[in-house]
């Protein structure tokens, strides 16, 4: 039997996770559009960039953007919640609408095999919360952005404008 993290995976749309409600969700079904994934967490000193990401996510996503949180509790114990807490966090304090997947790990032995991929691709482990991972409609990695980078950075903005205009 072939698992999950035994195939070789050409791009992030060759994926299949849970979205936050347990459906699973294929990211496949974000082919044609610019993504920006990332780690998010409802505890960490980077949780207020969920602001940041809605209005980046509510600007570009008639372009062709798209946002997709997942929530991982690998740093800090900072995403202790279940599933049903962290959407409710998340649509209530920061009115979060970009989609949102089941809780994963990004780090370890337990590391989600998306994870896997998206590390070996950008050169190394996720280092905390809020690492943010640039792909194209094809689903191939364009560029990485560690936690400091805010999402109204000049240079993600940009990178984002960036993919969409080619």
């Known amino acids: ?3 999950s993290s035994a195939f070789a ?3 992030v749309h060759d994926f299949t996770l849970p979205s ?3 459906a699973p969700a294929p990211l496949s079904a974000y082919k044609g559009k610019v993504a920006l994934l990332v780690n998010v967490a409802s505890r960490c000193g980077y949780t207020p ?3 940041g990401l809605q209005a980046l996510y509510q600007k570009y996503k008639s ?3 798209v946002i997709l949180g997942f929530p991982a509790n690998n740093f800090g ?3 202790p919640g ?3 807490e962290i959407k409710l966090f998340c649509s209530s304090k920061y009115m979060v609408t970009f989609p949102m997947y089941g809780k994963i790990s990004v780090l370890g032995a337990d590391q989600a095999p998306l994870y896997k991929y998206l590390t070996d691709a950008t050169g190394g482990d996720i280092k905390w919360n809020f690492t943010k991972i640039l792909v194209d409609g094809n689903g191939k990695v364009i560029s990485r952005f ?3 980078v805010t999402p109204e950075s000049k240079e993600l903005v940009g990178a984002v404008e960036k993919a969409l205009h080619k």
Request: aromatic share 8%; hydrophobic share 30%.
């Open 49 to 51: 960039q969920y602001e």
């Open 77 to 79: 114990q900072q995403e």
């Open 82 to 84: 279940a599933n049903e």
């Open 9 to 11: 995976a050409s791009s």
């Open 63 to 65: 372009q062709g953007f």
């Open 146 to 148: 560690e936690p400091a």
């Open 20 to 22: 936050i409600d347990g």
């Open 1 to 3: 039997m072939l698992t």
